[in-house]
């Protein structure tokens, strides 16, 4: 098990142009085992690849989010190179967090409803849509991949709350990994 460091806001890396997964091969394969333990370890919804400081265009969203149904037996779901190909069903409001946001909660507005089409980590195509905790996830994490945060998506006082409670984390936990203790899932 490698549980992987946190990139965290305002990290220049969060920013950075990713690119899409060539190979399917067993670094790729590694980092996604890596992500995944990540993303279990810090309870998280989801995990980007950029959030560990790698540029790669995967992201990982824990399966009881997909399928709550499921309940342990839900396996995570692997988007490589994915596309966020469609949005709809009118806007709502959410509370959402985020791995590289230790500790902050901001209601976000997006789309009720989501579809991504990816690749899973054995190169099959796949598409997926959902609404609820499921697409403000693949929202959330697809945002990653192309530089856009949750602070991206606030007013300017929201966003001086978070530079403000980002910098009193910094100060707090000298750039140690982050130990969240979530009340809602992070995404």
Request: proline share 6%.
């Amino acid at each position: 098990m490698a549980v992987l460091d946190i990139v965290t806001y305002p990290d220049p890396r969060l920013r950075e142009a990713t690119f899409d997964v060539k190979d399917i091969n067993a670094e790729v394969r590694q980092l996604v085992r890596d992500l995944i333990d990540t993303m279990y370890s810090l309870s998280a919804a989801g995990i980007a690849a950029i959030q560990v400081g790698r540029l790669e265009r995967i992201f990982i969203i824990d399966g009881k989010v997909a399928d709550p149904a499921a309940g342990d037996d839900a396996k995570p779901l692997v988007f490589i190179n994915p596309e966020l190909a469609e949005t709809g069903h009118g806007l709502t409001i959410a509370e959402e967090g985020c791995l590289s946001f230790p500790n902050v909660f901001v209601d976000i507005k997006r789309p009720r409803w989501a579809k991504m089409r990816a690749l899973d980590v054995e190169g099959n195509s796949f598409e997926v849509d959902g609404e609820g905790l499921f697409g403000r996830a693949i929202q959330h994490e697809h945002d990653h991949l192309t530089g856009r945060l949750m602070i991206d998506l606030v007013g300017m006082v929201k966003k001086e709350v978070i530079k403000r409670k980002m910098k009193r984390w910094h100060n707090e936990h000298d750039g140690k990994p982050p130990a969240p203790k979530p009340t809602v899932p992070q995404i």
